[in-house]
């Protein structure tokens, strides 16, 4: 079992920073990625980055790329998600998610991952 607790969220005004943190406890496979998703209201659930453990390849939804930087702490079993230059459609609630198997490329984009945090709301103000 494997348990994520998300910190970080908050209310920022457009144009600003945050910085998502994910503690991950528990057994975690070699194998394993470790994923932020979000949910605006009235939305589905959609990916927003991925990192893999295997090679620390990267991946990021098109909306973010470029403003957000997803990175991994080891030592501290930790995933991060810098998130800059945010915008309005950015809020959303995020949330920390790891999958125990392998994916590639767009098969890290999908939302069939083992294990999810509660969740952290971000509300960017215009």
């Known amino acids: 079992q494997v348990q994520l607790v998300e910190s970080g969220g908050g209310l920022v005004q457009a144009g600003g920073s945050l910085r998502l ?5 528990g057994r975690i496979f070699s194998n394993y990625v470790m994923g932020w998703f979000r949910q605006a209201p009235g939305k589905e659930r959609e990916f927003v980055a991925a ?3 295997s090679d620390r390849s990267v991946y990021y ?3 973010v790329k470029g403003r957000f930087t997803i990175s991994r702490d080891n030592a501290k079993n930790t995933v991060y998600v810098q998130m800059n230059s ?3 459609e950015d809020t959303a609630v995020y949330y920390c ?3 125990s198997s392998f994916c ?3 098969g890290c984009y999908r939302d069939d991952y083992n294990y999810w ?3 952290t709301q971000v509300t960017v103000s215009s």
Do not use: M, P
């Not at 943190?21 to 406890?25: E, L």
């Open 21 to 25: 943190s994910c503690a991950a406890s």
């Open 51 to 53: 990192i893999r453990e």
């Open 61 to 63: 939804a098109s909306s």
């Open 86 to 88: 945010l915008k309005a």
């Open 97 to 99: 998610a790891v999958r």
């Open 104 to 106: 590639s490329g767009y």
């Open 117 to 119: 945090g509660q969740g």
